[in-house]
């Protein structure tokens, strides 16, 4: 009886391997075929789905992707990263120069809008001019649009061979601030300078022209 059990066992179990072979001779592990869409980086390239979840590659440099503040973008030929120069600030990129006097930077704030205030307020209470001290007056405010996006435009310092423009991008919980600061300029204060066309400020320019807005990280 015993012989006869392990019989009809091996005869199932040999039944069974038979049809998992054929199963898998017929029906062979497919490659997963992933769609043909792709993203387009800051910079004009594109990249497509790749892996077994079918998700983007990153983009490469000189994209730079910042998850925490929820955007992406192109760093301007020639700059490179920078140290933070204070607490608000999220990214800091510079020209390398032989002078120590002319230098170009560009600076990327985050500024939270409380609870009780509004986007243009915080624009108001962060764009300080830097020798007086005091807020600029919203008079002198501008606007434009690069990219896709419009930002506000503040002319923060003027003074000393000194230029710093902020660009501001509003959004429903923050303000980013993008600033432009040339240093070393010695005309100045000559009305036929051209502002937009010194190597931050032209720079900062194309930037803002790739900017990328998604959501936060870990945000809700």
Same mark, same amino acid.
């Given at each position: 009886?015993?012989?006869? +059990?392990?019989?009809? #066992?091996?005869?199932?179990? +040999?039944?069974?391997?038979?049809? /998992?072979? %054929?199963?898998?001779? =017929?029906?062979?592990?497919? !490659? ?23 998700? &983007? #590659? ?5 994209? *730079?992707?910042?998850?925490n503040v929820g955007i992406t &973008?192109?760093? !301007? !030929? ?5 140290? +933070?120069?204070? /607490? ?7 020209? !390398? ?12 704030? %985050? ?7 509004? #986007? ?10 830097? *020798?007086?001290?005091l807020p600029v007056s919203a ?13 506000? $435009?503040?002319? /923060? =310092?003027?003074? =000393?061979? /000194? ?13 980013? %601030? &993008? ?5 070393? $300029? ?17 720079? +900062? ?14 945000? =809700?």
């Open positions: 009886m015993k012989s006869l +059990l392990l019989g009809i #066992a091996s005869i199932v179990l +040999l039944g069974f391997g038979g049809l /998992v072979y %054929r199963n898998a001779v =017929e029906h062979p592990l497919q !490659p997963i075929a992933c769609p043909e869409d792709a993203r387009l980086c800051p910079d004009g390239t594109s990249i497509a789905r790749t892996g077994p979840s079918c998700t &983007f #590659a990153p983009c490469l440099p000189p994209n *730079v992707s910042l998850a &973008f192109a760093v !301007p !030929p020639g700059f490179s990263d920078a140290a +933070l120069p204070d /607490v608000a600030s999220v990214a800091a990129y510079e020209l !390398p120069s032989d002078s120590a006097i002319s230098t170009a930077n560009i600076i990327i704030r %985050r500024f939270a809008i409380a609870a009780s205030s509004t #986007a243009l307020a915080t624009i108001q209470q962060t764009a300080i001019n830097q *020798v007086s001290g008079i002198s405010y501008s606007s434009t649009v690069l990219g896709t996006h419009r930002f506000t $435009i503040v002319s /923060v =310092e003027r003074f =000393e061979g /000194v230029a710093d423009t902020a660009y501001y991008l509003a959004r429903n919980a923050d303000v980013l %601030r &993008f600033d432009a600061i040339d240093r070393g $300029i010695t005309n100045l204060m000559d009305s036929t300078v051209d502002i937009a066309a010194l190597p931050a400020h032209a720079a +900062l320019r194309t930037l803002l022209s790739t900017l990328q807005v998604g959501s936060v990280a870990g945000a =809700e």
